[in-house]
């Protein structure tokens, strides 16, 4: 299985910004209501997942027009809906998965898939949310950062202390030290070139990566 990318049914601020982060051979699953996102960029899902309350009539015909498989849970379910496509692109064994318009909207539902990109089961995987603007993952043991000079990194961390935080190629360096999740020096770093790194020895930590105009 090629890549995944996941339409979730939050925001996606910049369209065109988020335009490049399509690649030819994605397989594209809709939560819900994301494949409003997937349609406005003229993309053809090859599955729209969930209890199918948000996306419209309209949007429905589309994609089965398209022979889209839809696969219909009822509105009385423990998950949302994109942690239903979560799990459906787990069982695809995918390379990495990139998940679109999952920031934004609704705090609690924006909180909620930060809970759900923690998930141990996808340790072994790449797994990322990104908007074209503002990219977000977890680090377990070493990450990579790759934008420009001058983009914005912060480093949460997340539920507890991470330990022996060590950065290279941000403009405030961290040098084996200890972040606590009820701090903020890690917010707002900036890269001082094309790539950045983040290793740490202990812990879950939130990277959040801000593109610049």
Known sequence: ???????????????????????PDDYIICADGGARHALALGLTPDVVIGDLDSITDGEIRQVEKAHVK???????KDETDLELAMRYALDQKPTSIVVLAALGYRLDHTLGNFALLSDQALAALDVRFDDGIDEAFFCRDRSEVHGRAGDLVSLIPWGSPVEGVRTDGLKWPLRDEA????????????????????RIAAGLLLVIHRRQP
């Open 1 to 23: 299985m090629p890549r995944i990318l996941i339409f979730a049914n939050g925001q996606l601020p910049d369209i065109e910004r988020a335009r490049p982060l399509v690649k």
């Open 70 to 76: 839809l696969i219909k849970y009822s509105h009385d």
């Open 179 to 198: 972040l606590q999740p009820e701090k903020t020096r890690g917010i707002s770093n900036e890269m001082t070139a094309g790539a950045a790194e983040v």
